[in-house]
């Protein structure tokens, strides 16, 4: 039977949301942020488990335990979208869907955020529709897991 658990990952800096750049980042924080996909993913019925960590092996580590008890991954991986090999293959090497969020449109932003080291081991993607992507990531991964589910 599939888990009805996602884990949600925000990646380093992300527990500053809500107190600086709200130009780029709004208003919210990183507790609205987990609230709105606890929500998201309840009215679908699946649980989350949330972590947010500036530290690359934290986040390693989480991924690698989704691995028992989840059936898919929303990750923001904040700075690390764009310089970790590893983190694409924690990502990889668990073989779970997969969902990566950006709240900004880092397609707008500085050249050195064009690329994403995650992208292609991601089956959603959600770029530049701020704090309200995550839902909308929810939303598409739940249906991604469903279809397998179905398969
Ligand atoms: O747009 C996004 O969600 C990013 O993943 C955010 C990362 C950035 O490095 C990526 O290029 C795009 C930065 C997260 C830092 O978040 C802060 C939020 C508020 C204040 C300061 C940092």
Do not use: K, W
């Not at 590893?86 to 900004?104: C, F, M, Q, T, Y």
């Not at 909308?136 to 897991?145: G, M, P, Q």
Request: proline letters at 3%.
């Amino acid at each position: 039977m599939t888990e009805r658990r996602l884990l949600l990952v925000n990646g380093p800096n992300l527990n500053l949301l809500g107190t600086r750049e709200p130009e780029i980042y709004g208003t919210e924080t990183l507790a609205d942020v987990e609230r709105l996909v606890v929500d998201a993913a309840a009215g679908l019925g699946f649980e989350v488990r949330a972590v947010q960590s500036n530290h690359e092996g934290v986040l390693l580590d989480a991924i690698h335990d989704a691995r028992l008890d989840c059936a898919g991954i929303v990750i923001n991986p904040g700075g690390l979208t764009h310089t970790s090999v590893v983190l694409r293959d924690a990502l990889a090497g668990v073989a779970l869907p997969v969902a990566e969020v950006h709240i900004s449109d880092v397609m707008q932003r500085e050249s050195f955020r064009h690329h994403s080291y995650v992208a292609d081991v991601a089956v959603v993607h959600v770029v530049g529709e701020g704090v309200a992507g995550y839902a909308s990531a929810v939303r598409r991964l739940i249906a991604v897991i469903e279809g397998q589910a179905d398969g």
